[in-house]
Antibody
Framework: QVQLVQSGSELKKPGASVKVSCKGS????????MNWVRQAPGQGLEWMGCINPYTGNPTYAQGFTGRFVFSLDTSVSTAYLHISSLEAEDTAVYYC?????????????????WGQGTVVAVSS | QSALTQPPSASGSPGQSVTISCTGT?????????VSWYQQHPGKAPKLMIYEVSKRPSGVPDRFSGSKSGNTASLTVSGLQAEDEADYYC??????????FGGGTKLTVL
């Protein structure tokens, strides 16, 4: 079945970096834009940006430039989120989410398949 | 880009209908027919319920419906059931490949 499987929870110290992986299966990986969404503890969803697996072109939302980098390894159908210089405020669940397509139409605002989420905790 | 505005909470009794609003601006909700809604149960990943303002993906019950007027989109849940109790989030396309979410609404089934 179509699914996204993310890497496990991470506990990091401030200033460190982390790389979260998101492996797609059951579909043609390069055909669907991959999004990243953050959810801080007890808070709402925040769109971080997306990356087009076909072109490799990333788009970053305001507030997620500089320390946040999206990358891909299409040979293993995997997207990555790299966060550097971690701060306590980066503590959150990070989700990858696939763009929804119906027939030949894809919708940039709609995400139909989500990973299970990766908890990143930043604490000294 | 500011988050879309949703009421923090909503409630209804089983069988009733409840509507959740999502207010943006002419640069997002009002400017595009690209609003979607997500249901999130505690500890779970969100689930797509509505896309393109009013369309339901396969498998979503027709008790869930969406609409839009001006800068405000709405999600209506009819025939409330206990399993509808969850957090609901809207989002909207904002142009230039960008998306913004609402702050979320906690729906309680009384």
């Amino acid at each position: 079945q179509v699914q996204l499987v993310q890497s496990g929870s991470e506990l990091k110290k401030p200033g460190a970096s982390v790389k979260v992986s998101c492996k797609g299966s059951g579909y043609t990986f390069i055909s669907y834009v991959m999004n990243w969404v953050r959810q801080a503890p007890g808070q709402g969803l925040e769109w971080m940006g997306c990356i087009n697996p076909y072109t490799g072109n990333p788009t970053y939302a305001q507030g997620f430039t500089g320390r946040f980098v999206f990358s891909l390894d299409t040979s293993v159908s995997t997207a990555y989120l790299h966060i550097s210089s971690l701060e306590a405020e980066d503590t959150a669940v990070y989700y990858c989410a696939r763009q929804f397509c119906s027939g030949t139409t894809c919708y940039e605002h709609a995400f139909d398949i989500w990973g299970q989420g990766t908890v990143v905790a930043v604490s000294s | 880009q500011s988050a879309l505005t949703q009421p923090p909470s909503a409630s209804g009794s089983p069988g009733q209908s409840v509507t959740i609003s999502c207010t943006g601006t002419s640069s997002d909700v009002g400017g595009y027919n690209y609003v979607s809604w997500y249901q999130q149960h505690p500890g779970k990943a969100p689930k797509l319920m509505i896309y393109e303002v009013s369309k339901r993906p396969s498998g979503v019950p027709d008790r869930f419906s969406g609409s839009k007027s001006g800068n405000t989109a709405s999600l209506t849940v009819s025939g409330l059931q206990a399993e509808d109790e969850a957090d609901y989030y809207c989002n909207s396309y904002t142009g230039s490949d960008n998306v913004v979410f609402g702050g979320g609404t906690k729906l309680t089934v009384l």
